[in-house]
Every structure is written in C-alpha cells, then in structure tokens.
C-alpha cells in the first residue's frame, strides 16, 4: 500500500451512506477526512463518528470511496492549527494547537505524539475537528510566532557528540567529549 | 568567546550522520526549534534535524525557501563546494573518502612505492656514511 511519506497516521477522505431502501432510493452522501495508520482504520473511524452525527452504522451503511489525501507542497514549511477534542480521565476537553511542518500528517503526527506525551491522551481518546494552514500573522501561539523571522538566526550551542554511524560507536573513548560550539 | 557559526537561511551545513552522511545542504528554512528546510544542487529539499547538521563557516545570501534555479544559482556564484574542499575540513574529509576508497591492491602499491623510496633514502645514507671522515664523527 501506498502511503504518504513514514508517517503513523495518515490522512483519508471516506466517503459513505446509508444503504438505499425502498422509503429512501438515493440517501444522503457523506464524506469525511479522518487520520487513521491504514485505510482499514480509516473505515471504522469514519463509521465511529458517523454514528455520531447520522442515524446510520456499518451494518445498514456502505462505504463508496477510501481515498489517501496527499499534500500539495511538501516541501514548503507552513504552519497548521488543529482542533482537537479529547477525553482526558476526568472529562472531555476542547484544545486549539499550533505546529509548524511541512505536511499536515507531519502536524497531526506532532499533535498525537504531544497529546501523548503532555497529557497522557492516546489516539483512540482523539477527535480531530477541524485542520487549517494558518497564516504568519494569524498564529496565536509564541512557539510558533518566533520562527516567522525572514531574518532568523541562532547559535547551536551544543555541539552533538556521536559517531558518524552507530557501528562507529566504541564502549571507551580516549578523551572527554567536549561540547562546546564555539 | 562569543558563537561564530548561527543557524540561518543561507548556512551551509554538513550531513555528519545517516544515510546522507557527508552531503553539504544550505539551509532553506527553519522549520522549528529542532528541524531545518535544507536544500542543494542534485538534491530534494527535504528536512533535517539540527542533531545531523554540522555548520560550516560558509554563509550564501538566500532568500526563505529559495526556488531551485535560486540554490542553484548561488551555489554556483559563492563556489561552495569548492570553497569546503579548499578549507581545513574539507580536506580532512576528503582524505578520510580516499581512504575509505582505497583497495587491498592500492595499499599493497603504497607499501611496495614507500619500501622502494625507503631503500633509495637508505643506500644514500648508508653510502654518505661510509665516505664521512672516520677521525671526526658527529655525535647528532
């Protein structure tokens, strides 16, 4: 299967409806663009939120397209806000977040991977609402603003000490590393 | 001592891990605090980790996420790859590649080449020896 790029969600646009019945010949269409790691996934989690808007589930629905979104430019920097609602262990929670990428599944792999680590919230508890590329001057978050700067500049400080592969690596080494950048 | 070489749009950088390992990049962008947009002549531009980048002393004037006529273009003009073959660096790791490059039958034509240089130095100093004034012998 093909996919985007090595990351461990994936955008797809499923497209479904209910089954056609004799009262409705033509049902609405709905489609959704949902993350998921495979288009399998994908299908589950757009019946899971489905259920949730239509009276409608996989048994009396049918699936009429799985499709992966791919990005336009993936190799522009641009910055992406995500809503999020997730259930943390005492309620559910609304969340707007900032990433810079170069792709939105690069950003909403940021955001599952941070919503793991900052609040312990796996992707099962995760409902991305809504994902938009913002504007330089319409991001809200510091973390983000400090890197529109045409002029930016910063030192290293630190220099990273390591072998150029790990095969190089050795258990004893004949000097201290030094770390200093300058 | 205050820092000489800062992250920026137009630093060029060496690659000194990966699979990509020793490939000079100019920085394109900075993405965020970890990872930069780089870019070269004959490659994609592609993103790296700061942890990968070593920064060389070279600096290009370069517009943000520069088109790749642009990259191209300075490259060319600031002779880049020129002038990290001409520095310090560039020739300790052009002497490390001939190195890793060389053959079994390239080190046994060294070995051959200097003992042959040996002998010619040694027959010289052997004869230079012999007709030196035995009276007089220089301690050194």
Sequence with gaps: MVQEGLFKFHQYQVVGRHNPTTADPNPTVYRMKVWAPDAVRAKSKFWYFLRKLRRVKKANGQILAVNELFEKKPTTSKNFGIWVRYQSRTGYHNMYKEYRDLTLNGAVNQLYQEMASRHRVRYPCIQIIKTATVPASACKRANTQQFHNSKIRFPLTRKVVRPSAPELKTLYKAKRPCVAMF | ?140
């Design chain 2, 1 to 140: 001592m205050p820092f000489k070489r800062y992250m920026e749009i137009g630093r060029v950088a060496f690659i000194n891990f990966g699979s990509e390992y020793g490939q000079l990049v100019v920085v394109s962008d900075i993405l965020d605090q970890n990872r930069a947009l780089v870019d070269a002549p004959g490659q994609a531009r592609r993103v790296v980790n700061f942890k990968r980048l070593a920064l060389t002393d070279i600096k290009i004037e370069l517009p943000r996420m520069a088109a790749k006529k642009v990259v191209v273009a300075k490259f060319a003009e600031a002779d880049v790859l020129k002038k990290f073959a001409a520095s310090a660096w560039g020739r300790k790791v052009a002497k490390q590649t001939a190195q890793a490059a060389t053959t079994d039958f390239d080190r046994f034509k060294a070995a051959v080449a200097k003992a042959k240089k040996a002998r010619v130095v040694r027959k010289v100093l052997s004869t230079l020896k012999k007709s030196a004034p035995k009276a007089a012998p220089k301690k050194k």
